[in-house]
């Protein structure tokens, strides 16, 4: 006989099957075995006729053809599902009032506050959420093709980013800084950034691109060359026509992406994340995004130090979550030879900043009011050059003649400092702005003595020649006589 305490948990079918084994095996009667078993004499028949009509199958308990289902007529469900996906949010008692109305003329329109909840739980999640709101459809819900570079410098993406965190500017003011940062999408290895409170613009896009390409002199920071794409959003500087002739030049395609369509960027905007919440969190002037500003704890210049410092001492070095390797051994560990420019002048020619062209006097040339020379300017006095020169460092700038580089012309004021163009012109406006506060103090203080004038008669000061109404005028005519 079969023993019931062995019945099979997991199949109902089973357990339906062990109550009659003994009647349907060893011959038991059914009046004995539901007698043994404790249950109804009718109940094993019924077990009995239904094994020997379809076996085992026909011992499964029948699933409902609507299980699930709301149990309400196909107007109703219709009418109740279009309210729920004209407003999500509708309350249950809203719809509910709204089909007592409309059941007054017709009384199929009827359903309880629990036939209502059926409804809206039979709907598909991302039916209800895209209802709601398309761009949360695309960003939680939308299918992603997610690209995998095959090594590196194939692409690299690109954008801007006001850092969570308020510095002081040179004027003593407190502002957002802006990151641009250009990382490789196969390594993660950030080839190059841009970090200061300039907006997003071209320029700031080619100075990064200038560090990015060329060699580092830090042996832990390698990653160079020319990518072979370059993947950015469609923002107008990354359009513009400066970006067009860069990309032309350097030869690598620029690739944008699909419009409103954040999820492209994942990988840059995951190191901006990355940036804010291992970084600037724990640096003075820390604001996250939508809270009251603080006050900053640093200049943009020390943000500047500590950033670099980060950037190739520990990003560079540490195990990225998706890659299991650290950018630096990632990027370096693949057997390859980046492209790289002919050389650091050409790159400088195409990337670096342009002022307007200036003569070659023959003490050298003038710019920021500034003198830079070169033993290189001789032969080229009275001759209009062009001068290039990075933002971050004026100590020393590029000379090019018609298009051809000449040489490096350094400032013997400069020697040794490497300013950035925003240090000196804060120096340059506070040394202008002491000289007129000494020229308007002294200025007031001789204009008191008003006894130091010369004094004038009063007798002196001839009246004003007032006529009066009765004057006649002057006789020219014979008539007037």
Not at 23 to 42: F, H, L, T, Y
Not at 112 to 135: D, G, M, N, P, T
Not at 190 to 210: E, V
Not at 226 to 238: A, L, V
């Amino acid at each position: 006989m079969t023993d019931v305490s062995s019945m099979e948990d997991e199949d109902p079918a089973l357990e339906q099957y062990a109550l009659i084994a003994p009647c349907i095996e060893d011959g038991v009667s059914q009046k004995a075995r539901a007698a043994e078993v404790g249950i109804n004499r009718k109940t094993i028949g019924r077990l009995v006729e239904k094994f020997r009509s379809g076996g085992i199958e026909a011992l499964r308990r029948k699933t409902r053809a609507d299980k699930g289902q709301p149990r309400v007529s196909e107007n109703t469900f219709k009418f109740i599902k279009g309210k729920l996906l004209t407003n999500p949010t509708l309350s249950f008692a809203t719809i509910k009032r709204q089909l007592n109305r409309l059941s007054v003329h017709t009384a199929e329109f009827t359903a309880s506050y629990q036939q209502i909840r059926r409804v809206k739980q039979s709907l598909s999640e991302h039916l209800l959420v895209l209802a709601r709101s398309e761009k949360e459809f695309e960003e939680t819900c939308e299918l992603l093709i997610r690209h995998e570079a095959a090594f590196p410098n194939e692409m690299w993406q690109c954008d801007h980013k006001f850092l969570d965190i308020f510095v002081w500017d040179s004027s003593g003011k407190a502002v957002k800084p802006v990151l641009t940062a250009i990382i490789d999408d196969y390594s993660r290895a950030i080839m190059g950034y841009y970090l200061d409170i300039d907006p997003p613009s071209a320029q700031r896009t080619a100075i990064a691109l200038r560090q990015a390409i060329w060699r580092k002199e830090n042996p832990k920071w390698l990653a160079c060359g020319i990518p072979d794409t370059f993947y950015t959003d469609r923002g107008t500087d990354f359009r513009s026509n400066r970006i067009k002739q860069i990309a032309a030049e350097l030869g690598f395609k620029r690739r944008k992406r699909r419009s409103k369509k954040p999820q492209g960027g994942g990988k840059i905007e995951r190191f901006f994340e990355t940036v804010n919440q291992l970084l600037m969190s724990e640096l003075p002037g820390y604001t996250p995004e939508d809270s009251p500003a603080a006050t900053p704890g640093m200049t943009i210049q020390q943000l500047q130090s500590t950033f670099d410092e980060w950037v190739i001492s520990e990003y560079m070095h540490k195990v990225h979550s998706d890659t299991k390797e650290t950018p630096f051994a990632r990027w370096s560990g693949h057997h390859q030879h980046p492209r790289l420019a002919p050389s650091l002048e050409s790159l400088d020619a195409l990337l670096m900043t342009v002022p307007d062209e200036r003569i070659v006097q023959q003490d050298g040339v003038r710019i920021f009011n500034l003198l830079y020379y070169a033993t290189e300017f001789c032969g080229f006095t009275t001759k209009r050059v062009t001068a290039r020169y990075d933002p971050r460092d004026i100590s020393e700038v590029l000379i090019y003649f018609e298009n051809n580089f000449v040489c490096r012309a350094s400032c013997a004021e400069l020697a040794g400092k490497k300013p950035a163009l925003k240090e000196f012109m804060k120096a340059r406006g506070a040394y202008k702005k002491e000289l007129k506060k000494d020229i308007n103090s002294h200025v007031k203080f001789a204009a008191s003595f008003t006894d130091a004038q010369r004094k004038i008669a009063e007798s002196a000061i001839a009246a004003p020649n007032v006529l009066s109404k009765s004057h006649t005028t002057l006789r020219r005519y014979q008539v007037d006589e």
